[in-house]
T-cell receptor, first 111, second 113 residues
Framework: SQKIEQNSEALNIQEGKTATLTCNYT??????LQWYRQDPGRGPVFLLL?????KEKRKERLKVTFDTTLKQSLFHITASQPADSATYLC??????????FGAGTRLTVKP | DGGITQSPKYLFRKEGQNVTLSCEQN?????MYWYRQDPGQGLRLIYY???????QKGDIAEGYSVSREKKESFPLTVTSAQKNPTAFYLC????????????FGSGTRLTVV
């Protein structure tokens, strides 16, 4: 069966450092992969989408990579700030009807 | 959030009662989705609808029902047949059937006692 693993339930880093979150998937060949941010008690907020033919995508301090051979996506936040503290979800998909979400990684950025 | 209104924010019901969660959007998006979120688990798809008067079961549709009589509205009913209904329920919309980010509502936390 399809499986999505975000292999750190929680990640603590110091302000100013780069946070790197990992998303691995098995038994799945997604056409694209999305990343979302979720704050406690709120709905997820869409951040970035990367397609299978793209190796890397950037948006401000965010960078996402997508390795279809390794079946892995990495999500980086550079120059991290306490305001970046949240849970980050990855979601690989073929189309928007079969998008599945990982359980998320809870990031805490300490001042 | 982002043109999607979920109400109420918190909902308490007694076991055995049906309850309907509201989701309204003013984004003019065709597709709407219901997800359930439990602690330590990813979002799980309950039902989705690509167009008015049509909807499809997701991975965990048992014990739930939906309707899509209007483009703006996609209510979810949690029936007494749902064994573990206590959860955080999220409604989402999307304008791009191919690939695009979802817009989520702020969620309804349902507690069944």
């Amino acid at each position: 069966s399809q499986k999505i693993e975000q292999n750190s339930e929680a990640l603590n880093i110091q302000e100013g450092k780069t946070a790197t979150l990992t998303c691995n998937y098995t038994n799945y060949s997604p056409a694209y992969l999305q990343w979302y941010r979720q704050d406690p008690g709120r709905g997820p907020v869409f951040l970035l989408l990367i397609r299978e033919n793209e190796k890397e995508k950037r948006k401000e301090r965010l960078k996402v990579t997508f390795d279809t051979t390794l079946k892995q996506s990495l999500f980086h936040i550079t120059a991290s700030q306490p305001a970046d503290s949240a849970t980050y979800l990855c979601a690989p998909a073929h189309n928007n009807n079969d998008m599945r979400f990982g359980a998320g990684t809870r990031l805490t950025v300490k001042p | 959030d982002g043109g999607i209104t979920q109400s109420p924010k918190y909902l308490f019901r007694k076991e055995g009662q049906n309850v309907t969660l509201s989701c309204e959007q003013n984004l003019n998006h065709d597709a709407m989705y219901w997800y359930r979120q439990d602690p330590g688990q990813g979002l799980r798809l309950i039902y989705y609808s690509q167009i008015v008067n049509d909807f499809q079961k997701g991975d965990i549709a048992e014990g739930y029902s939906v309707s899509r009589e209007k483009k703006e509205s996609f209510p979810l009913t949690v029936t007494s047949a749902q064994k573990n209904p206590t959860a955080f329920y999220l409604c989402a919309t999307n304008f791009d059937r191919g690939a695009g980010g979802y817009t989520f509502g702020s969620g309804t936390r349902l507690t069944v006692v």
